[in-house]
């Protein structure tokens, strides 16, 4: 996942990555789009009165503009024409009156548009969402194992439709509008005057031409960036998602190197895209300069020739303007529309699967009721999510009606799979479950569901209160059915204890409540269900002593009559069923009563209970009584934890049962993260809240930037004067109109090229500006990533077990905060500067031309700039804030979705609709009333536009009329501060975030400025001469950071000595792994000392240290590069080739390395895929040789391998282990008999240790227990 959702950006379109990128991101999704007209395939008749309403407003606001143009010409004419004072005042009143009237139906219409679209937009999203989830809730378990999880749904809900609406709402007006100021400008301009206008078009394949020239050479550039970032992206994957193995062969440096290797190719295609981007502006500049150019000489030649008035000629080129960039506006919708239908095609397709196993069909059987016998016939299954690890081959379990069934065995052994296929999550691929005899796939889903009832060992609460709880049980429950059942679930008292009683809110995961007391409300909820048959996984294992009385008691209560099936690691609570089988691996091992069984005392259910009651004292120290089960959601925390403790803990269940421990600890690994939430690490704070970060210090990581920068400036202000001098110089050319024929002549000739000349300036400028600021913004890019990269991999492993810091959430962080922050410092610098120059030219321009005039035009000028700032944000789109509002729906949607098993179980998909859609209700009107508002907001913004404009005509023409100022200098004035405020208003729409830059900037910080508490790049500390190899473990205590309330080691002490080898026994999760880790220093202990050869490993230098150790694990990490180039990585990647083959040679790989076509060149693969596993792992085994280390660390090196490859790579390993220090951690005792020393480690303390055959013989001992427990497993 962590790919995928590095970051679900694929499709939020980053505004950092230039429009221009977006293009080939468009291209990639070509295949995965859906065809534009199917977003609104879920519109109903209001919608589509809506939008034709919508289409009419837009189109009628569209046209406005077009229009504006006439009457712009007729004042022209008005000023030109008429010599008299009077007649100008006049004449131009009229046109004034009609801007007047044209403001008042653009305010309209402009009204209708935005807000019939928005109101539409957030109706179709709001239905798409919850479509979504009803589907969601529909699916089958193993779409949840294989395809999706919580987090991708919830994005989806909160991210893709945000895209979607976007997509099909004001946008759609935005466009239409677009068009029709397009069609209407150009129709407008051929009326007029058709041949002038077909002059003017002669640029337009010259544009076309080098606009897509321009996005051709762009995009290659821009491709070549981004290929460039992928593969660095990957580099961060491969390193964090191993960080381990990097740690372990202090490949820091060589990652380090590698990553920057990749950045500075980016950084190039960078600048060469900033370049060209500039470049391409400049020549499109040019080229519109020069059509004006043309268009200023040949309307001279018309006025002349054909007759045309100055207000003729004025008109067609305004209206040819307004034509062409009302399509070059469409372009930020274009590719909203694009990311709404790359973001709808996953969403469309969800909608539309149907599931294997469909809890809304309605067909199959109902009957009466059933008796509860269930049967499993020849059983053949395996989980979806892994189809390759086979759970069940031919597994038969018979439970009469009426009867208690316990199953009991070592974890991942299969039991909580049995409850599973008897809830039909999910179906065999051979075999039969049947109830009655009758199969499972033959009921109604529905029905058959609503006859089982389960409690699980994690007990999902649903945030609502304790009555909506309980209620889940059984649709339309009476309050009294509701505290029936609390009574017989022992929760009847404690509920009235509390303050609420019965509506007591339970919190998110029902963290409000003690395990005792969600396991009890979890029970009341089961037995007002009132099921036939009832199932109980691990129903009190994770509750403390007291409260497993007074749950058990309630479960001995419900049991009476029903058939149930108990899964259970607490032997003691499945004494009285009627029947225990014992399962290992899958297969039934014995079967029979409590007393039946422990007459074999060899047999294996004696063995279970033995081990359990070994040590039972230390058992309780270790139990996790008060821990809030908040715990246990958290998949993601659970993968990173799933490395760090217990690489050989078996993971045969679905992933969803979290890996309890065997026996010992009662549920030593169920990973409680609300330790992630109480003991926040204080250096890990500021990504939380992010602190404003000063930009004095991006500035200052831009320093050796600055000539470039001041440069850049300069180019920028060049960049910005230039539609001023454009403004400056259309006033006197619309004066040069109305002279006698031939100033006519003469001036048309000088202005046209004057227009040359500007854009000459443009072609220079453009380019000059954006070269300079793409190398100050790709630098820093390129800093900031390296400095953050740098830090990450130097950071104590502890750090990556937290699921913020894992390898996607890094990733992401790396590549799109970086790109925030770009815009910080690099564009939009450039954007700033060349907009101050812009606003500040036109006023001086407007002040000069006339003060009286451009004064009253300054009192006006808020008003406009209040358009441009309302339509800028409208291009950004008020969607935005639709993600905000959606937060409290989003969380049904995350609980149910994160809690799918009870929601399936309970068949309670309606009622979870029926919560979402009532907390959608209210954003959705906030959604309508702020589209009502943006629609007045947008409404009033045109109106303003269009009377700003009518009274600096009137005003100028009364100036005129009393002879203060002429009419070039009204027009000055005008075009003066219209380009003014061009400039201010487009800075506000092109500057990206401010805010999202400076959070970025805060997150990158927080990385950098975090001191790593294990650092391997600090150089100080002791190195010995020669290495003997002796290892002390003193007193050591320790506890995982994540898990402070789960103790790992209490008082651990071990010598392993020089050039033996010490095997390490226990049960999964027993912390055999934890010693390894502590080692390498992974972690420090919390109290004790572990030494080296008498030194305290925390004095000696890290690098040194790890250098002297080499690594085997279970699943050995290899890194996506040629077998070569993964051995040499033992060395730093400095091997030689000798050194390689020797490597190779005593790992037992040289006949399989030379037997491949490619040799030692063979690319593994990512992670190694493309080797077997006895591959992989002698490959691993040789990387560790070449390091020639004087302690080797072997955990479960063999543990993933068949017979075969076990015999090939123990052959190897046993040739390596001789003369050096070795530690083993294994699970197949087989494998150990020969160590010098065994030491088994059991709740945190060593409690037998010595020679295989000294081990056997005690009585009783956890040893001999664990030897004869394999060997009555291997036997069957």
């Given at each position: 996942m962590a790919t995928e959702n590095g970051f679900n950006g694929d499709t939020n379109l980053h505004k950092a990555s230039t429009s221009k990128s977006q293009e080939t991101s468009k291209g990639d999704e070509k295949t995965n789009t859906v065809p534009f007209h199917k977003l609104f395939v879920f519109a109903d008749s209001t919608d589509i009165l809506l939008m034709i309403v919508g289409t009419v407003g837009a189109v009628g606001n569209g046209l406005c503009m077009p229009l504006m143009t006439i009457l712009f010409g007729d004042l022209v004419n008005a000023f030109g024409q008429n010599q008299s004072n009077n007649q100008v005042v006049h004449v131009v009143s009229k046109v004034s009156l009609k801007f007047v009237y044209l403001a008042v139906g653009a305010g309209v219409a402009a009204f209708l548009q935005v807000s019939c679209w928005m109101v539409t937009g957030e109706r179709q999203a709001a239905r798409i969402r919850g479509l979504y989830l009803k589907t969601i809730l529909r699916q089958d378990i193993a779409?949840?194992?294989?395809?999706?999880?919580?987090?991708?749904?919830?994005?989806?809900?909160?991210?893709?439709?945000?895209?979607?609406?976007?997509?099909?709402?004001?946008?759609?007006?935005?466009?239409?509008?677009?068009?029709?100021?397009?069609?209407?400008?150009?129709?407008?301009?051929?009326?007029?005057?058709?041949?002038?206008?077909?002059?003017?078009?002669?640029?337009?394949?010259?544009?076309?031409?080098?606009?897509?020239?321009?996005?051709?050479?762009?995009?290659?550039?821009?491709?070549?960036?981004?290929?460039?970032?992928?593969?660095?992206?990957?580099?961060?994957?491969?390193?964090i998602?191993?960080?381990?193995?990097?740690?372990?062969?202090?490949?820091?440096?060589?990652?380090?190197?590698?990553?920057?290797?990749?950045?500075?190719t980016a950084y190039k295609s960078g600048v060469h895209e900033g370049t060209a981007a500039g470049l391409g502006l400049g020549v499109v500049l040019l080229i519109i300069f020069c059509s004006y150019s043309l268009a200023v000489w040949f309307g001279g030649k018309m006025i002349l020739e054909k007759g045309y008035t100055g207000g003729v000629v004025v008109?067609?080129?305004?209206?040819?303007?307004?034509?062409?960039?009302?399509?070059?506006?469409?372009?930020?919708?274009?590719?909203?529309?694009?990311?709404?239908?790359?973001?709808?095609?996953?969403?469309?397709?969800?909608?539309?699967?149907?599931?294997?196993?469909?809890?809304?069909?309605?067909?199959?059987?109902?009957?009466?009721?059933?008796?509860?016998?269930?049967?499993?016939?020849?059983?053949?299954?395996?989980?979806?999510?892994?189809?390759?690890?086979?759970?069940?081959?031919?597994?038969?379990?018979?439970?009469?009606?009426?009867?208690?069934?316990?199953?009991?065995?070592?974890?991942?052994?299969?039991?909580?799979?049995?409850?599973?296929?008897?809830?039909?999550?999910?179906?065999?691929?051979?075999?039969?479950?049947?109830?009655?005899?009758i199969n499972l796939k033959d009921f109604q889903l529905r029905w058959i569901r609503g006859k089982i009832g389960l409690v699980s060992q994690e007990p999902v609460l649903f945030t609502s209160s304790i009555k909506d709880n309980i209620a889940y049980g059984k649709e339309d429950a009476t309050i009294e059915e509701i505290q029936a059942a609390a009574e017989l679930a022992n929760a009847a008292k404690f509920i009235d204890k509390l303050p609420q009683g019965l509506d007591t809110m339970v919190g998110e995961h029902g963290t409000q409540l003690s395990g005792g007391q969600k396991q009890r409300v979890a029970i009341a909820r089961a037995i007002l269900k009132d099921p036939r048959i009832l199932l109980l996984d691990e129903a009190t294992s994770a509750l403390d002593a007291e409260s497993e009385r007074v749950v058990q008691e309630a479960l001995d209560r419900i049991m009476g009559n029903r058939t149930t099936v108990i899964v259970a690691h607490r032997l003691s609570t499945v004494r009285n069923a009627d029947t225990i089988a014992v399962i290992h691996r899958g297969k039934m091992v014995e079967k029979g009563s409590h007393s039946e069984l422990l007459r074999d005392p060899e047999g294996a259910y004696s063995q279970l209970i033995r081990l359990q009651e070994v040590n039972k004292e230390s058992e309780q120290v270790a139990d996790l009584s008060e821990v809030t089960p908040e715990s246990f959601?958290?998949?993601?925390?659970?993968?990173?934890?799933?490395?760090?403790?217990?690489?050989?803990?078996?993971?045969?269940?679905?992933?969803?049962?979290?890996?309890?421990?065997?026996?010992?600890?009662?549920?030593?690994?169920n990973v409680n993260d609300s330790a992630t939430v109480d003991t926040e690490d204080p250096s890990k704070q500021p990504l939380k809240q992010p602190l404003?970060?000063?930009?004095?210090?991006?500035?200052?990581?831009?320093?050796?930037?600055?000539?470039?920068?001041?440069?850049?400036?300069?180019?920028?202000v060049a960049n910005g004067v230039i539609l001023p001098i454009y403004g400056l110089l259309l006033s006197h050319v619309i004066e040069t109109f109305f002279k006698p024929p031939d100033e006519l002549k003469k001036d048309t000739r000088f202005w046209a090229l004057i227009f040359m000349a500007l854009g000459l300036a443009s072609l220079l400028a453009s380019p000059a500006r954006t070269y300079f600021f793409s190398i100050a913004g790709c630098k820093l890019i390129q800093k900031i990533r390296l400095m953050c990269f740098s830090k990450v991999v130097h950071m104590e492993v502890g750090w990556f077990?937290?699921?913020?810091?894992?390898?996607?959430?890094?990733?992401?962080?790396?590549?799109?905060?970086?790109?925030?922050?770009?815009?910080?410092?690099?564009?939009?610098?450039?954007?700033?500067?060349?907009?101050?120059?812009?606003?500040?030219?036109?006023?001086?321009?407007?002040?000069?031309?006339?003060?009286?005039?451009?004064?009253i035009m300054l009192g006006l000028v808020p008003l406009i700039g209040f358009t441009g700032y309302f339509q800028a944000n409208f291009m950004k789109g008020f969607s935005a804030d639709a993600k905000m509002m959606y937060e409290d729906a989003s969380q049904v949607a995350n609980d149910a979705v994160g809690s799918i098993r009870t929601v399936a179980s309970f068949c309670a998909e309606e009622k979870m609709m029926q919560l979402y859609s009532k907390k959608c209700e209210g954003p959705l009107q906030t959604g309508i009333k702020q589209g009502l508002i943006s629609g007045s907001g947008f409404g009033l913004s045109f109106f303003f536009m269009f009377a700003v404009y009518a009274t600096n005509f009137y005003a100028g023409a009364q100036l005129v009329k009393h002879g203060h100022v002429t009419f070039?200098?009204?027009?000055?004035?005008?075009?003066?501060?219209?380009?003014?405020?061009?400039?201010?208003?487009?800075?506000?729409?092109?500057?990206?975030?401010?805010?999202?830059?400076?959070?970025?900037?805060?997150?990158?910080?927080?990385?950098?400025?975090?001191?790593?508490?294990?650092?391997?790049?600090?150089?100080?500390?002791?190195?010995?001469?020669?290495?003997?190899?002796?290892?002390?473990?003193?007193?050591?205590?320790?506890?995982?950071?994540?898990?402070?309330?789960?103790?790992?080691?209490?008082?651990?002490?071990?010598?392993?000595?020089?050039?033996?080898?010490?095997?390490?026994?226990?049960?999964?999760?027993?912390?055999?792994?934890?010693?390894?880790?502590?080692?390498?220093?992974?972690?420090?202990p919390d109290s004790g000392h572990i030494t080296l050869d008498g030194v305290e490993i925390q004095n000696l230098q890290l690098k040194w240290l790890r250098q002297q150790i080499g690594l085997v694990s279970q699943e050995p990490v290899l890194f996506n590069e040629t077998i070569r180039a993964n051995i040499a990585y033992g060395k730093g990647g400095n091997a030689t080739e000798a050194e390689i083959l020797a490597a190779s040679e005593l790992a037992n790989a040289l006949k399989f390395i030379s037997s491949l076509q490619q040799g030692y060149d063979t690319v593994v693969g990512e992670r190694g895929v493309q080797l077997s596993g006895g591959q992989k792992q002698r490959v691993a085994i040789a990387r560790a040789i070449v390091k020639s280390p004087k302690i080797l660390l072997l955990d479960e090196a063999t543990s993933a391998l068949d017979a075969e490859s076990e015999r090939v790579v123990q052959d190897a390993l046993d040739r390596v282990m001789v003369n050096r220090t070795t530690v083993v951690v294994a699970h197949r005792l087989s494998t150990i008999k020969n160590a010098d020393v065994i030491a088994v480690v059991k709740n945190g303390v060593i409690v037998e240790k010595g020679k295989h055959d000294t081990l056997i013989n005690i009585k009783d001992g956890i040893y001999a227990s664990l030897v004869a427990l394999h060997m009555s497993a291997s036997a069957s």
């Amino acid at each position: 996942m962590a790919t995928e959702n590095g970051f679900n950006g694929d499709t939020n379109l980053h505004k950092a990555s230039t429009s221009k990128s977006q293009e080939t991101s468009k291209g990639d999704e070509k295949t995965n789009t859906v065809p534009f007209h199917k977003l609104f395939v879920f519109a109903d008749s209001t919608d589509i009165l809506l939008m034709i309403v919508g289409t009419v407003g837009a189109v009628g606001n569209g046209l406005c503009m077009p229009l504006m143009t006439i009457l712009f010409g007729d004042l022209v004419n008005a000023f030109g024409q008429n010599q008299s004072n009077n007649q100008v005042v006049h004449v131009v009143s009229k046109v004034s009156l009609k801007f007047v009237y044209l403001a008042v139906g653009a305010g309209v219409a402009a009204f209708l548009q935005v807000s019939c679209w928005m109101v539409t937009g957030e109706r179709q999203a709001a239905r798409i969402r919850g479509l979504y989830l009803k589907t969601i809730l529909r699916q089958d378990i193993a779409f949840f194992d294989v395809e999706t999880n919580t987090g991708e749904v919830v994005g989806r809900m909160s991210g893709d439709t945000v895209l979607i609406q976007d997509a099909m709402g004001e946008k759609v007006g935005k466009v239409l509008q677009l068009l029709s100021t397009f069609f209407g400008g150009f129709t407008i301009a051929f009326v007029k005057g058709w041949l002038l206008t077909l002059v003017m078009l002669s640029s337009i394949p010259l544009l076309v031409l080098s606009g897509a020239t321009m996005a051709v050479i762009i995009s290659k550039m821009a491709t070549r960036g981004q290929t460039a970032y992928a593969k660095a992206a990957t580099v961060v994957e491969q390193t964090i998602g191993s960080i381990r193995t990097v740690a372990s062969f202090t490949g820091e440096k060589q990652a380090i190197s590698n990553y920057n290797k990749f950045l500075v190719t980016a950084y190039k295609s960078g600048v060469h895209e900033g370049t060209a981007a500039g470049l391409g502006l400049g020549v499109v500049l040019l080229i519109i300069f020069c059509s004006y150019s043309l268009a200023v000489w040949f309307g001279g030649k018309m006025i002349l020739e054909k007759g045309y008035t100055g207000g003729v000629v004025v008109n067609v080129i305004i209206a040819v303007l307004t034509g062409s960039m009302s399509l070059g506006q469409a372009s930020p919708c274009m590719s909203a529309f694009a990311a709404g239908q790359a973001a709808a095609f996953k969403m469309f397709k969800t909608i539309n699967r149907k599931p294997e196993i469909d809890p809304y069909d309605m067909s199959g059987k109902v009957l009466e009721d059933i008796h509860g016998d269930v049967e499993l016939r020849d059983v053949y299954f395996s989980y979806p999510a892994r189809p390759e690890e086979q759970i069940f081959s031919g597994f038969s379990l018979s439970i009469p009606c009426g009867t208690t069934a316990a199953l009991v065995g070592e974890s991942g052994s299969g039991k909580s799979t049995v409850i599973s296929l008897i809830e039909r999550f999910y179906d065999p691929q051979a075999g039969e479950v049947l109830i009655d005899g009758i199969n499972l796939k033959d009921f109604q889903l529905r029905w058959i569901r609503g006859k089982i009832g389960l409690v699980s060992q994690e007990p999902v609460l649903f945030t609502s209160s304790i009555k909506d709880n309980i209620a889940y049980g059984k649709e339309d429950a009476t309050i009294e059915e509701i505290q029936a059942a609390a009574e017989l679930a022992n929760a009847a008292k404690f509920i009235d204890k509390l303050p609420q009683g019965l509506d007591t809110m339970v919190g998110e995961h029902g963290t409000q409540l003690s395990g005792g007391q969600k396991q009890r409300v979890a029970i009341a909820r089961a037995i007002l269900k009132d099921p036939r048959i009832l199932l109980l996984d691990e129903a009190t294992s994770a509750l403390d002593a007291e409260s497993e009385r007074v749950v058990q008691e309630a479960l001995d209560r419900i049991m009476g009559n029903r058939t149930t099936v108990i899964v259970a690691h607490r032997l003691s609570t499945v004494r009285n069923a009627d029947t225990i089988a014992v399962i290992h691996r899958g297969k039934m091992v014995e079967k029979g009563s409590h007393s039946e069984l422990l007459r074999d005392p060899e047999g294996a259910y004696s063995q279970l209970i033995r081990l359990q009651e070994v040590n039972k004292e230390s058992e309780q120290v270790a139990d996790l009584s008060e821990v809030t089960p908040e715990s246990f959601r958290q998949s993601s925390l659970r993968r990173s934890m799933k490395r760090s403790i217990s690489r050989g803990s078996s993971i045969g269940n679905s992933s969803r049962h979290s890996f309890s421990v065997s026996f010992g600890l009662p549920t030593g690994m169920n990973v409680n993260d609300s330790a992630t939430v109480d003991t926040e690490d204080p250096s890990k704070q500021p990504l939380k809240q992010p602190l404003e970060v000063p930009i004095r210090r991006l500035a200052y990581l831009n320093k050796p930037e600055i000539p470039v920068l001041l440069l850049g400036t300069i180019a920028a202000v060049a960049n910005g004067v230039i539609l001023p001098i454009y403004g400056l110089l259309l006033s006197h050319v619309i004066e040069t109109f109305f002279k006698p024929p031939d100033e006519l002549k003469k001036d048309t000739r000088f202005w046209a090229l004057i227009f040359m000349a500007l854009g000459l300036a443009s072609l220079l400028a453009s380019p000059a500006r954006t070269y300079f600021f793409s190398i100050a913004g790709c630098k820093l890019i390129q800093k900031i990533r390296l400095m953050c990269f740098s830090k990450v991999v130097h950071m104590e492993v502890g750090w990556f077990d937290e699921p913020d810091n894992s390898s996607g959430s890094i990733g992401a962080r790396l590549s799109v905060d970086a790109a925030s922050i770009r815009g910080l410092v690099g564009d939009a610098l450039a954007q700033m500067v060349s907009n101050l120059a812009s606003a500040i030219a036109g006023l001086v321009i407007a002040f000069v031309a006339s003060w009286q005039l451009a004064l009253i035009m300054l009192g006006l000028v808020p008003l406009i700039g209040f358009t441009g700032y309302f339509q800028a944000n409208f291009m950004k789109g008020f969607s935005a804030d639709a993600k905000m509002m959606y937060e409290d729906a989003s969380q049904v949607a995350n609980d149910a979705v994160g809690s799918i098993r009870t929601v399936a179980s309970f068949c309670a998909e309606e009622k979870m609709m029926q919560l979402y859609s009532k907390k959608c209700e209210g954003p959705l009107q906030t959604g309508i009333k702020q589209g009502l508002i943006s629609g007045s907001g947008f409404g009033l913004s045109f109106f303003f536009m269009f009377a700003v404009y009518a009274t600096n005509f009137y005003a100028g023409a009364q100036l005129v009329k009393h002879g203060h100022v002429t009419f070039s200098d009204v027009f000055q004035v005008f075009f003066g501060l219209t380009m003014a405020t061009i400039g201010i208003t487009q800075s506000s729409s092109f500057a990206p975030d401010s805010s999202k830059a400076k959070s970025a900037a805060a997150s990158i910080f927080a990385i950098i400025d975090r001191e790593s508490k294990i650092d391997p790049s600090d150089e100080s500390g002791t190195t010995l001469e020669n290495v003997k190899g002796d290892i002390e473990l003193h007193h050591v205590s320790f506890k995982y950071p994540l898990r402070p309330d789960i103790q790992i080691f209490r008082d651990l002490s071990l010598s392993i000595h020089a050039g033996k080898t010490v095997a390490l026994v226990g049960e999964s999760g027993s912390g055999k792994s934890t010693v390894i880790s502590l080692l390498q220093r992974f972690y420090d202990p919390d109290s004790g000392h572990i030494t080296l050869d008498g030194v305290e490993i925390q004095n000696l230098q890290l690098k040194w240290l790890r250098q002297q150790i080499g690594l085997v694990s279970q699943e050995p990490v290899l890194f996506n590069e040629t077998i070569r180039a993964n051995i040499a990585y033992g060395k730093g990647g400095n091997a030689t080739e000798a050194e390689i083959l020797a490597a190779s040679e005593l790992a037992n790989a040289l006949k399989f390395i030379s037997s491949l076509q490619q040799g030692y060149d063979t690319v593994v693969g990512e992670r190694g895929v493309q080797l077997s596993g006895g591959q992989k792992q002698r490959v691993a085994i040789a990387r560790a040789i070449v390091k020639s280390p004087k302690i080797l660390l072997l955990d479960e090196a063999t543990s993933a391998l068949d017979a075969e490859s076990e015999r090939v790579v123990q052959d190897a390993l046993d040739r390596v282990m001789v003369n050096r220090t070795t530690v083993v951690v294994a699970h197949r005792l087989s494998t150990i008999k020969n160590a010098d020393v065994i030491a088994v480690v059991k709740n945190g303390v060593i409690v037998e240790k010595g020679k295989h055959d000294t081990l056997i013989n005690i009585k009783d001992g956890i040893y001999a227990s664990l030897v004869a427990l394999h060997m009555s497993a291997s036997a069957s």
